[in-house]
Protein backbone atom coordinates (compact mmCIF):
# COMPACT_ATOMS: atom_id res chain seq x y z
CA UNK A 1 0.00 0.00 0.00
CA UNK A 2 2.78 2.31 1.03
CA UNK A 3 5.04 1.11 -2.42
CA UNK A 4 2.15 1.98 -4.25
CA UNK A 5 1.21 5.38 -2.58
CA UNK A 6 5.00 6.50 -3.00
CA UNK A 7 4.47 5.22 -6.99
CA UNK A 8 1.56 7.42 -7.05
CA UNK A 9 3.33 10.72 -5.76
CA UNK A 10 6.50 9.70 -8.09
CA UNK A 11 3.52 9.86 -11.14
CA UNK A 12 2.26 12.73 -10.81
CA UNK A 13 5.26 14.79 -9.35
CA UNK A 14 7.34 13.52 -13.06
CA UNK A 15 4.76 14.17 -14.56
CA UNK A 16 3.28 17.44 -13.84
CA UNK A 17 7.03 18.65 -13.50
CA UNK A 18 7.88 17.52 -17.04
CA UNK A 19 4.47 19.42 -18.57
CA UNK A 20 5.00 22.28 -16.17
CA UNK A 21 9.00 22.04 -17.67
CA UNK A 22 7.60 22.29 -21.12
CA UNK A 23 5.48 25.55 -20.82
CA UNK A 24 6.85 27.73 -18.65
CA UNK A 25 10.40 26.90 -20.54
CA UNK A 26 9.49 26.45 -23.73
CA UNK A 27 10.94 29.61 -25.62
CA UNK A 28 14.71 29.75 -26.21
CA UNK A 29 16.26 32.73 -25.40
CA UNK A 30 19.84 34.06 -25.26
CA UNK A 31 22.27 36.96 -25.47
CA UNK A 32 24.94 37.71 -28.07
CA UNK A 33 27.16 38.93 -24.71
CA UNK A 34 26.07 37.79 -21.64
CA UNK A 35 28.87 39.95 -19.35
CA UNK A 36 28.49 43.71 -20.94
CA UNK A 37 31.27 46.34 -20.33
CA UNK A 38 30.41 50.20 -20.74
CA UNK A 39 32.03 52.66 -19.37
CA UNK A 40 30.17 55.49 -17.58
CA UNK A 41 28.33 57.88 -19.12
CA UNK A 42 28.29 55.55 -22.07
CA UNK A 43 26.01 53.46 -24.04
CA UNK A 44 25.23 50.00 -23.41
CA UNK A 45 23.34 47.46 -25.65
CA UNK A 46 21.69 44.36 -23.78
CA UNK A 47 21.20 41.88 -26.13
CA UNK A 48 17.83 39.21 -25.76
CA UNK A 49 16.90 37.25 -28.53
CA UNK A 50 13.85 34.47 -28.83
CA UNK A 51 12.73 31.61 -31.03
CA UNK A 52 9.27 32.50 -31.17
CA UNK A 53 7.57 32.53 -34.70
CA UNK A 54 7.43 36.26 -35.99
CA UNK A 55 3.42 36.45 -36.10
CA UNK A 56 3.38 35.45 -32.48
CA UNK A 57 2.32 37.98 -30.19
CA UNK A 58 5.05 37.50 -27.21
CA UNK A 59 5.57 39.50 -24.42
CA UNK A 60 8.74 41.37 -23.20
CA UNK A 61 9.32 42.19 -19.94
CA UNK A 62 13.24 43.06 -18.33
CA UNK A 63 14.11 43.10 -14.58
CA UNK A 64 17.07 44.36 -12.76
CA UNK A 65 18.57 41.81 -10.22
CA UNK A 66 20.58 43.92 -7.62
CA UNK A 67 21.46 42.51 -4.18
CA UNK A 68 18.47 40.25 -4.47
CA UNK A 69 16.24 42.44 -5.11
CA UNK A 70 13.92 42.74 -8.57
CA UNK A 71 12.92 45.98 -9.94
CA UNK A 72 11.64 46.44 -13.73
CA UNK A 73 13.27 48.03 -16.31
CA UNK A 74 11.00 47.43 -19.18
CA UNK A 75 7.13 46.21 -18.34
CA UNK A 76 4.23 46.43 -20.27
CA UNK A 77 5.81 48.40 -23.76
CA UNK A 78 7.25 51.11 -21.25
CA UNK A 79 10.58 51.60 -19.74
CA UNK A 80 9.86 51.91 -15.61
CA UNK A 81 11.69 54.27 -13.18
CA UNK A 82 15.38 56.07 -13.91
CA UNK A 83 15.20 54.41 -17.51
CA UNK A 84 12.31 56.00 -18.58
CA UNK A 85 14.56 58.74 -20.92
CA UNK A 86 17.61 57.24 -21.71
CA UNK A 87 16.85 53.48 -22.84
CA UNK A 88 15.08 52.24 -25.91
CA UNK A 89 13.81 48.43 -27.30
CA UNK A 90 15.11 47.23 -30.39
CA UNK A 91 13.15 43.83 -30.34
CA UNK A 92 14.18 42.24 -27.57
CA UNK A 93 17.05 43.73 -26.35
CA UNK A 94 17.77 46.98 -24.80
CA UNK A 95 20.09 50.04 -25.52
CA UNK A 96 20.75 51.86 -22.20
CA UNK A 97 22.00 55.85 -24.13
CA UNK A 98 23.89 57.20 -20.59
CA UNK A 99 24.94 54.56 -18.52
CA UNK A 100 25.87 55.17 -14.71
CA UNK A 101 27.71 53.49 -11.94
CA UNK A 102 24.56 52.81 -10.06
CA UNK A 103 23.23 50.71 -13.12
CA UNK A 104 25.94 47.99 -12.96
CA UNK A 105 24.40 44.31 -12.02
CA UNK A 106 22.35 41.55 -13.39
CA UNK A 107 19.47 41.91 -15.97
CA UNK A 108 17.08 39.37 -16.99
CA UNK A 109 15.59 39.47 -20.39
CA UNK A 110 12.01 37.60 -19.98
CA UNK A 111 10.23 36.13 -22.93
CA UNK A 112 6.61 34.82 -22.55
CA UNK A 113 3.98 34.15 -25.25
CA UNK A 114 0.73 32.45 -25.73
CA UNK A 115 0.91 28.33 -26.43
CA UNK A 116 -2.25 26.04 -26.68
CA UNK A 117 -2.30 25.43 -22.72
CA UNK A 118 -1.68 28.41 -20.92
CA UNK A 119 2.05 29.99 -21.71
CA UNK A 120 5.47 29.24 -22.78
CA UNK A 121 8.40 31.25 -21.17
CA UNK A 122 12.08 31.51 -21.52
CA UNK A 123 14.83 33.98 -20.01
CA UNK A 124 18.17 34.70 -20.01
CA UNK A 125 20.46 36.82 -17.58
CA UNK A 126 22.65 39.98 -19.06
CA UNK A 127 25.36 41.11 -16.60
CA UNK A 128 26.28 44.89 -16.96
CA UNK A 129 29.62 46.42 -15.70
CA UNK A 130 29.95 49.77 -15.86
CA UNK A 131 33.71 51.12 -15.81
CA UNK A 132 34.33 53.62 -13.36
CA UNK A 133 38.06 55.77 -13.79
CA UNK A 134 39.92 56.09 -10.58
CA UNK A 135 39.76 59.27 -8.71
CA UNK A 136 42.51 60.77 -7.26
CA UNK A 137 43.79 58.89 -4.10
CA UNK A 138 44.21 59.94 -0.50
CA UNK A 139 47.34 58.93 0.90
CA UNK A 140 49.11 59.56 4.33
CA UNK A 141 52.60 59.83 4.87
CA UNK A 142 53.81 60.32 8.03
CA UNK A 143 56.02 63.69 8.59
CA UNK A 144 58.48 61.71 10.85
CA UNK A 145 59.42 58.69 11.56
CA UNK A 146 62.16 56.81 13.79
CA UNK A 147 64.35 54.59 12.30
CA UNK A 148 63.89 51.24 13.38
CA UNK A 149 60.25 51.68 14.00
CA UNK A 150 57.59 49.75 11.62
CA UNK A 151 55.87 52.30 9.18
CA UNK A 152 53.27 51.74 6.73
CA UNK A 153 52.33 54.29 4.06
CA UNK A 154 48.91 54.22 2.82
CA UNK A 155 47.43 55.11 -0.56
CA UNK A 156 43.28 54.22 -1.18
CA UNK A 157 40.94 55.84 -4.12
CA UNK A 158 37.12 54.30 -3.58
CA UNK A 159 35.86 55.10 -7.36
CA UNK A 160 37.27 53.08 -9.60
CA UNK A 161 35.68 50.31 -11.47
CA UNK A 162 37.12 47.62 -11.55
CA UNK A 163 39.73 48.31 -8.11
CA UNK A 164 42.48 50.47 -8.69
CA UNK A 165 46.01 49.15 -8.70
CA UNK A 166 48.95 51.28 -6.59
CA UNK A 167 51.73 52.48 -7.41
CA UNK A 168 54.07 54.37 -5.24
CA UNK A 169 57.19 56.66 -6.02
CA UNK A 170 60.30 58.04 -3.93
CA UNK A 171 62.02 61.17 -4.87
CA UNK A 172 59.91 60.61 -8.09
CA UNK A 173 61.61 57.41 -9.00
CA UNK A 174 59.07 54.31 -9.16
CA UNK A 175 59.37 51.89 -5.92
CA UNK A 176 59.62 48.61 -7.87
CA UNK A 177 57.51 45.66 -6.08
CA UNK A 178 59.65 43.34 -5.55
CA UNK A 179 62.82 44.85 -3.85
CA UNK A 180 66.32 43.20 -3.91
CA UNK A 181 68.28 43.84 -0.77
CA UNK A 182 71.46 45.05 -1.75
CA UNK A 183 75.12 43.58 -2.39
CA UNK A 184 74.47 42.14 1.40
CA UNK A 185 72.90 38.67 1.56
CA UNK A 186 71.57 39.10 5.24
CA UNK A 187 70.68 42.52 4.60
CA UNK A 188 66.81 43.71 5.14
CA UNK A 189 64.08 43.78 2.40
CA UNK A 190 64.19 47.69 1.77
CA UNK A 191 60.35 47.85 1.71
CA UNK A 192 57.28 45.60 1.43
CA UNK A 193 54.73 47.12 -1.51
CA UNK A 194 51.39 45.92 -1.99
CA UNK A 195 49.90 47.06 -5.22
CA UNK A 196 46.14 45.86 -4.28
CA UNK A 197 45.53 47.57 -0.85
CA UNK A 198 47.83 50.32 -1.89
CA UNK A 199 50.28 50.20 1.29
CA UNK A 200 54.27 50.83 1.61
CA UNK A 201 55.44 49.17 4.84
CA UNK A 202 59.12 50.04 5.98
CA UNK A 203 59.83 46.86 8.25
CA UNK A 204 61.82 48.69 10.00
CA UNK A 205 62.66 51.97 8.49
CA UNK A 206 66.05 53.39 8.13
CA UNK A 207 67.07 57.22 7.39
CA UNK A 208 67.51 56.22 4.36
CA UNK A 209 63.81 56.26 3.31
CA UNK A 210 63.94 59.52 3.81
CA UNK A 211 62.54 61.15 0.86
CA UNK A 212 59.83 62.83 -0.95
CA UNK A 213 56.65 60.15 -1.23
CA UNK A 214 53.18 59.89 -3.46
CA UNK A 215 51.35 57.49 -5.26
CA UNK A 216 49.88 56.65 -8.68
CA UNK A 217 45.96 54.74 -8.68
CA UNK A 218 44.94 53.34 -12.01
CA UNK A 219 42.94 50.73 -13.32
CA UNK A 220 43.23 51.53 -17.04
CA UNK A 221 39.81 52.89 -17.62
CA UNK A 222 40.99 56.55 -16.80
CA UNK A 223 44.38 58.12 -16.62
CA UNK A 224 46.19 56.98 -13.35
CA UNK A 225 45.72 59.61 -11.01
CA UNK A 226 48.42 60.66 -8.29
CA UNK A 227 48.28 62.33 -4.84
CA UNK A 228 49.93 65.44 -3.82
CA UNK A 229 53.88 64.80 -2.95
CA UNK A 230 54.40 64.86 0.83
CA UNK A 231 57.65 64.03 2.48
CA UNK A 232 59.03 61.66 5.42
CA UNK A 233 62.01 62.26 7.65
CA UNK A 234 63.21 59.35 9.51
CA UNK A 235 65.36 60.40 11.87
CA UNK A 236 67.88 58.23 14.24
CA UNK A 237 66.04 57.26 17.94
CA UNK A 238 69.13 58.58 20.25
CA UNK A 239 68.94 55.50 22.69
CA UNK A 240 68.64 53.20 19.31
CA UNK A 241 71.75 54.84 18.22
CA UNK A 242 73.72 54.15 21.66
CA UNK A 243 72.52 50.35 22.33
CA UNK A 244 73.40 50.06 18.41
CA UNK A 245 77.04 51.02 18.98
CA UNK A 246 77.41 48.34 21.50
CA UNK A 247 76.07 45.91 20.18
CA UNK A 248 76.89 46.72 16.53
CA UNK A 249 74.63 47.84 13.57
CA UNK A 250 71.95 45.72 12.15
CA UNK A 251 71.70 48.47 9.46
CA UNK A 252 74.36 49.39 7.04
CA UNK A 253 77.98 49.25 7.15
CA UNK A 254 78.31 52.99 6.47
CA UNK A 255 75.36 53.86 8.93
CA UNK A 256 77.43 51.88 11.86
CA UNK A 257 80.76 53.72 11.24
CA UNK A 258 78.62 56.72 11.50
CA UNK A 259 77.78 56.36 14.30
CA UNK A 260 81.14 55.08 16.10
CA UNK A 261 83.14 57.89 14.88
CA UNK A 262 79.93 60.17 16.76
CA UNK A 263 80.04 57.97 20.13
CA UNK A 264 83.78 57.92 19.98
C1 LIG B 1 24.43 61.17 -18.25
O1 LIG B 1 24.00 61.01 -16.92
C2 LIG B 1 24.65 61.89 -16.00
C3 LIG B 1 24.22 61.52 -14.60
O2 LIG B 1 22.89 61.16 -14.53
C4 LIG B 1 24.34 63.33 -16.38
O3 LIG B 1 24.99 64.19 -15.48
C5 LIG B 1 24.80 63.58 -17.80
O4 LIG B 1 24.43 64.88 -18.20
C6 LIG B 1 24.19 62.57 -18.75
N1 LIG B 1 24.78 62.74 -20.07
C7 LIG B 1 24.07 62.73 -21.18
C8 LIG B 1 24.81 62.88 -22.46
O5 LIG B 1 22.86 62.64 -21.17
C1 LIG C 1 48.04 42.44 -0.33
O1 LIG C 1 47.05 42.54 0.66
C2 LIG C 1 45.96 41.67 0.47
C3 LIG C 1 44.91 42.01 1.52
O2 LIG C 1 45.48 42.13 2.78
C4 LIG C 1 46.45 40.24 0.54
O3 LIG C 1 45.38 39.36 0.33
C5 LIG C 1 47.51 40.02 -0.51
O4 LIG C 1 48.04 38.73 -0.39
C6 LIG C 1 48.62 41.05 -0.36
N1 LIG C 1 49.55 40.90 -1.47
C7 LIG C 1 50.85 40.83 -1.30
C8 LIG C 1 51.68 40.70 -2.54
O5 LIG C 1 51.36 40.85 -0.20
C1 LIG D 1 69.80 54.66 0.08
O1 LIG D 1 68.81 54.92 -0.91
C2 LIG D 1 69.32 55.09 -2.20
C3 LIG D 1 68.13 55.44 -3.08
O2 LIG D 1 67.26 56.27 -2.47
C4 LIG D 1 70.00 53.84 -2.67
O3 LIG D 1 70.56 54.04 -3.94
C5 LIG D 1 71.07 53.47 -1.69
O4 LIG D 1 71.65 52.22 -2.05
C6 LIG D 1 70.52 53.36 -0.30
N1 LIG D 1 71.58 53.10 0.65
C7 LIG D 1 71.47 52.17 1.59
C8 LIG D 1 72.67 52.03 2.49
O5 LIG D 1 70.48 51.49 1.72
C1 LIG E 1 72.73 58.37 23.87
O1 LIG E 1 73.71 59.35 23.52
C2 LIG E 1 73.25 60.69 23.65
C3 LIG E 1 74.36 61.57 23.15
O2 LIG E 1 74.78 61.20 21.86
C4 LIG E 1 72.89 60.98 25.08
O3 LIG E 1 72.39 62.31 25.18
C5 LIG E 1 71.84 60.02 25.55
O4 LIG E 1 71.57 60.23 26.91
C6 LIG E 1 72.29 58.58 25.31
N1 LIG E 1 71.23 57.69 25.68
C7 LIG E 1 71.41 56.56 26.31
C8 LIG E 1 70.20 55.75 26.59
O5 LIG E 1 72.50 56.18 26.64
C1 LIG F 1 63.94 54.78 21.35
O1 LIG F 1 64.63 53.55 21.58
C2 LIG F 1 64.52 53.05 22.91
C3 LIG F 1 65.41 51.82 23.02
O2 LIG F 1 65.17 50.89 22.02
C4 LIG F 1 63.05 52.75 23.20
O3 LIG F 1 62.93 52.27 24.53
C5 LIG F 1 62.26 54.03 23.01
O4 LIG F 1 60.89 53.73 23.19
C6 LIG F 1 62.49 54.57 21.62
N1 LIG F 1 61.77 55.85 21.53
C7 LIG F 1 60.77 56.03 20.69
C8 LIG F 1 60.14 57.38 20.71
O5 LIG F 1 60.38 55.14 19.94
Not at 30 to 43: I, K, M
Not at 165 to 182: D, F, Q, T
Not at 207 to 232: F, H, I, L, S
Request: include cysteine; charge should be positive.
Amino acid sequence: MASCRRLLRWLIVTQLGSLCYYETYGITVQSDNEHVTAREFEGAFLSCKHNVRKETDIRVEWKKVKDSVISFVYFNGVFEGHFKDRAEILHSSIQIKNVTRKDSGKYRCEISAPAEKGQEAGEVEVSLLVLVPSAAPVCEVPISALSGTVVELRCKENEGVPASKYRWYRNGAILLENPVSGKFKKAKVPYTLNTTTGTLLFNPVSKNDTGEYYCEADNRVGRPQKCPVKRMQVERNSSVRNKSSKYKATESEKDFKHTKSFVI
